[in-house]
């Protein structure tokens, strides 16, 4: 199956330990039981679907949002306008993760009673893979999406200056037999946190990826200073809308607005837009999803290139790589677990009952 290839020794780690860790390791920056599971099951699903740069990677991160950089363990998001259908939510300067989460559950609600619903987030942070959100709307028939902006990393198409988010969609519709549909990337040729988990890993990037400061191309994570838009224009354009759509509509910050790579962002900056679509307020449900599923088998039943294997549905592959390291274990590589300790340290919690975080 694809994925990172690599060169140390990765140990495989139970997601209920590592589920238990984080949420220790969360509570004890001042985040509720509640709030504190949200968190933890967050970044461990990412982990689980494959998605390791927006995983448990980012636990000292966020340990340092909670305990320096102003953001709020206790804040809670509250509905602060309503016009029929639409909806603006103010995180209040909790975990991105609470705010997004919130608001997703306030456009699924409203969209049980409307058909439809759309939600517009400010006073948010950070808030990690979007799927999570557009897939809480699954179980309730609904389509659901997700976007937010974020920190800028990516130059424009042509430009050698960090002026725009990679601002990621992600997008989940539901099908009959099938896996459902989940999209979840953002509008730049990779992410930040890719780039992170590659240089971990001793890597070289694929060409296309990124720039270095005086903008010219590079292989090099420890050069890469600028991402590059995938599509080149048109990632330009889908980064600029989705970044209007998470911030404009709420008053949220936009762009440099949120802070920089280097000082860090501004706390409570962030915003999001989540939406939730009722099938059954269009179209029979048993027939929408029957349809989904003719769509995915047409992928399946495609035709392969030369030395293509199988083709995949979008979401699909995340899906085999969940129920495989259910199985197995999520790999974990040494610097993740590294800044796993180093947190648990900061915050003296007691971790020695773990194995898999010995040194």
């Not at 290839?5 to 330990?17: D, I, K, S, W």
Request: some cysteine; aromatic content about 6%; overall charge negative.
């Amino acid at each position: 199956m694809p994925g990172y290839p690599g060169t140390e020794q990765e140990r495989r780690v139970p997601a209920t330990e590592l589920e238990r860790v984080v949420g220790t390791l969360v509570r004890r920056c001042g985040m509720s039981d509640e709030d504190a599971a949200v968190m933890a099951g967050h970044l461990v699903q990412a982990d689980l679907r494959g998605v390791h740069s927006h995983g448990v990677l980012r636990v000292p991160e966020y340990v340092k949002k909670l305990t320096v950089q102003g953001v709020d363990p206790r804040g809670r998001p509250e509905v602060v306008h309503e016009d029929g259908v639409c909806l603006v939510v103010d995180g209040r300067n909790s975990m991105g993760q609470i705010g997004a989460r919130f608001a997703m559950q306030q456009a699924i609600e409203r969209a049980r009673q409307t058909g439809m619903a759309a939600v517009a987030v400010r006073g948010s942070n950070h808030c990690g893979a979007m799927a999570t959100y557009a897939m809480m709307a699954l179980p309730h028939d609904m389509i659901g999406l997700a976007t937010t902006n974020a920190l800028p990393t990516m130059a424009p198409w042509g430009g050698a200056e960090r002026v725009l988010g990679i601002n990621p969609l992600g997008v989940a519709v539901p099908a009959w037999e099938e896996r459902p549909i989940v999209y979840d990337a953002a509008f730049s040729a990779t992410a930040h946190g890719k780039v992170r988990v590659y240089q971990q890993k001793g890597l070289s990037l694929p060409d296309g990826w990124a720039l270095d400061k005086d903008g010219h191309p590079t292989v090099h994570p420890a050069e890469a200073h600028l991402l590059l838009p995938i599509g080149d224009f048109k990632g330009t354009a889908l980064a600029m809308v989705m970044g209007i759509l998470s911030s404009m509509l709420s008053g949220a910050a936009y762009g440099t607005e949120l802070g920089s790579i280097e000082d860090g962002p501004h706390a409570g900056k962030d915003g999001h837009f989540l939406a939730a679509i009722r099938i059954s307020a269009f179209e029979d449900v048993a027939r929408f999803k029957q349809r989904v599923d003719t769509a995915i088998r047409q992928l399946h039943d495609c035709r392969r290139a030369p030395g293509v294997e199988r083709i995949y549905a979008p979401g699909e592959l995340e899906f085999l790589t969940e129920e495989r390291y259910l199985s197995e274990g999520i790999p974990l590589n040494d610097d993740t677990l590294a800044g796993i300790r180093s947190a648990a340290t900061q915050l003296a919690v007691d971790v020695a009952g773990y194995g898999w975080l010995a040194p």
